[in-house]
């Protein structure tokens, strides 16, 4: 007997070799799909009626510092440095170690509730980010956020730390706790200590996460110091391979994207955040022309002010038309293959797709709603019509964690009002320090 079945819903399959299925079911065992089909005999403990909705891969969002949602619209509408200098840094300074756990809780609730049931994270007090990644019932690669500013006691104990967290954690979760190793960003990380986190990092078979050319400002400082851009930098250490997920990489040259190309990097498209700082426009159209593997990221609720992919993906199919001036550029079902196969292929999951075989973690979209009717064509829908409030159903390894609206893997209420009462305590710590 099988554990979960899907019945009567639209199957997106996001699987090339498997057409979509207008009204099948899908049916799941110990945390993996065991049939896509249009019936089938198979009986499960759980039924779940799909009727009037699509079921789909859930969404992977392949770039964010979750625990940043206690400052969620905390400081807007200033320029990157005044943002960072005056408000992020001194605030993020004052984070505790629970802040990071209730952050990371509240992070999970809502990625669950607006359908990403896998996400790629670096961020501070790790071991608490985990834990709540873990009760959530979410699956994330998460990485301990290193910096040494060329600081060589620095680098030491922050690799040491690195390589703690992605040892002790590997794994954990039934398998959806996986770890990588988090160096910054070419300006905030020395070239010496990313030459020793490559090191460590293929010695552990571990991925890196790292922030690449996502303002001119490190552009600028790259070219000073080493006479050349991050990319080229990063390329002559022999840092990059396909087990790099590369955030921003919104000031690439066409040189640029060969390398990462023919590097096989994974790039992390966060458009929303991009736009909100004024950061630029990262050349993803060439990215995809070049057959590179472009994901979604929503980067932190401070720069975007939510962790919502649905926004995400209409905005970078909106942000792409206007910048080409081509309206037939990011067409709906390549932005959400961007959101799903392409995300899961950068984690190195073998998720993304419902298929036999892959890993259970699917959402259903409920599509009787007024701003989803009629309906002609599913992938239209879900990247231009359709938001995160419109899931209803959210399946992760197999584990339905919301089902019919209601959060089952964690106590909701009780989950912001944890968020709203860290938030008050840590501004008056910020504005004790002032
Ligand atoms: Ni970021």
Redesign the pocket.
């Known amino acids: 007997m099988a554990d979960i079945i899907i019945k009567n819903g639209y199957i997106l399959t996001m699987d090339p070799a498997q057409e979509d299925i207008n009204r099948g079911v899908v049916v799941i065992e110990n945390g993996i799909i065991t049939q896509v089909a249009e019936s089938t005999d198979e009986t499960a403990d759980t039924a779940i009626d799909a009727k009037g909705g699509v079921v789909m891969p859930g969404l992977v969002n392949t ?3 979750a625990g940043m949602t206690l400052f969620r619209g905390y400081a807007d509408d200033l320029t990157l440095s005044d943002w960072l200098e005056n408000h992020i840094w001194p605030a993020e300074a004052k984070l505790t170690e629970n802040d990071l756990y209730i952050g990371t809780k509240l992070a999970c609730l809502e990625m669950i509730r607006s359908g990403t049931t896998a996400f790629v994270d ?1 961020y501070i007090h790790v071991d608490k980010v985990a834990r709540a990644v873990e009760e959530s019932g979410m699956r994330a690669a998460l990485s301990y956020g290193m910096i040494d500013l060329g600081d060589e006691t620095r680098a030491e104990s922050e690799l040491k730390e690195g390589k703690r967290f992605v040892k002790e954690w590997n794994g954990r979760a039934d398998g959806r706790i996986t770890t990588m190793y988090g160096p910054h960003a070419p300006n905030t990380c020395s070239r010496e200590f990313l030459i020793k986190v490559k090191e460590q990092a293929k010695k552990d078979n571990a991925k890196i996460h790292i ?1 690449v050319l ?1 303002t001119e400002l490190e552009l600028n400082q790259m070219k000073k110091q080493f006479g050349m851009c991050s990319v080229n930098m990063l390329d002559e250490i022999g840092f990059l391979d396909s087990n790099v997920v590369a ?2 990489c919104v000031w690439l040259s066409d040189g640029d994207m060969d390398i990462l190309n023919e590097r096989g990097v994974n790039v992390s498209h ?1 458009p929303v ?1 991009n736009m909100k700082l004024a950061s630029g426009i990262a050349p993803v159209p060439k990215m995809l022309a070049r057959g590179m593997n472009v994901s979604l990221g929503t ?2 609720c401070a ?1 975007n002010n939510n962790l919502n992919m649905f926004e995400e993906m209409k905005i970078s199919a909106l942000l792409h038309k206007i910048d080409t001036s081509d309206p037939t550029v990011m067409p709906a079902r390549q932005v959400l293959k961007m959101a799903t196969v392409n995300g899961a292929r950068a984690m190195g999951i073998n998720s993304g797709m419902l298929k036999v075989g892959c890993m259970a973690d699917m959402i259903i979209v409920d599509m009787g709603k007024p701003h989803l009717t009629p309906l002609y064509d599913v992938p239209s829908h879900l990247v231009y019509s359709a938001s995160g409030g419109d899931v209803r159903t959210t399946i992760v390894n197999g584990k339905v964690l919301m089902d019919d609206y209601k959060v089952l893997s964690m106590d909701e209420k009780h989950v912001i009002e944890s968020a709203n009462g860290a938030s008050v305590n840590l501004i008056s710590r910020v504005a004790e320090q002032k």
Do not use: K, R, V
């Open positions: 770039h964010t510092h670096m922030h996502e955030a921003h966060n955040s980067d932190g720069s």
